[in-house]
């Protein structure tokens, strides 16, 4: 096993047996002394059963790295906005998890749902991707319906 694959294999003890972890595959599993031994000598010899298994889970499919590496260094141009337009609401749901129609709410200002229209617009047109917009939250759209139409 390489350096590099030390860094990238974790074994976790787990009663008595391993969790056998690569963050980079993503992969983890659980195996037995026998298998940590394998792994650490190199997974590769003439145990073809062990072989295929590791083959069949992933091991030995090349890690994610660049591709994390990638998506960590890609520009955030997000192409979904998601408005809260206000906490507001007229219904007073007993299951309600956020307590909306106890009081007077809050509203989104329209600049601001203006401002992230906009922006994932740009960012759909630049990426030539479609956009797509949600309402969200713990009120009630329509109490709010000019802000709503607009």
Same mark, same amino acid.
């Given at each position: 096993?390489t350096?590099d694959?030390?860094k990238? +294999?974790?074994?976790?003890? %787990?009663?008595?047996?391993f969790?056998i972890?690569l ?13 940590v031994d394998? +792994? ?5 010899s !003439?145990?073809? $059963?062990?072989?295929? %298994? ?7 499919a ?5 591709l994390?590496? $990638?998506?960590?260094?890609?520009a955030?141009k997000p192409t979904?906005? &998601?408005? =809260?337009?206000?906490?507001? @609401? ?5 299951? @309600?998890?956020a307590?909306?129609g106890?009081g007077?709410?809050q509203?989104?200002?329209?600049? &601001?749902?203006q401002?992230? +229209? !906009? ?5 759909a047109?630049e =990426?030539?991707?479609?956009?797509? %917009?949600c309402?969200h939250?713990?009120? $009630?759209?329509?109490? &709010?319906k000019k802000?709503?139409? !607009?």
């Open positions: 096993m350096s694959q030390e990238s +294999i974790y074994f976790l003890p %787990l009663e008595d047996k969790i972890y963050p980079y595959k993503p992969l983890a599993f659980i195996g037995n002394t026998a298998m394998y +792994i650490q000598s190199g997974a590769q !003439d145990d073809a $059963e062990t072989r295929q %298994l590791l083959q069949n889970i992933g091991f030995y090349p890690d994610q790295r660049r994390i590496k $990638e998506r960590a260094e890609a955030f979904i906005g &998601v408005l =809260l337009l206000t906490t507001a @609401c007229n219904m007073n749901c007993v299951y @309600c998890y307590s909306a106890s007077a709410g509203t989104m200002p329209f600049s &601001v749902g401002a992230v +229209i !906009d922006q994932v617009c740009r960012n047109r =990426l030539k991707k479609s956009f797509s %917009l309402l939250g713990g009120g $009630e759209p329509t109490v &709010v802000l709503l139409m !607009d």
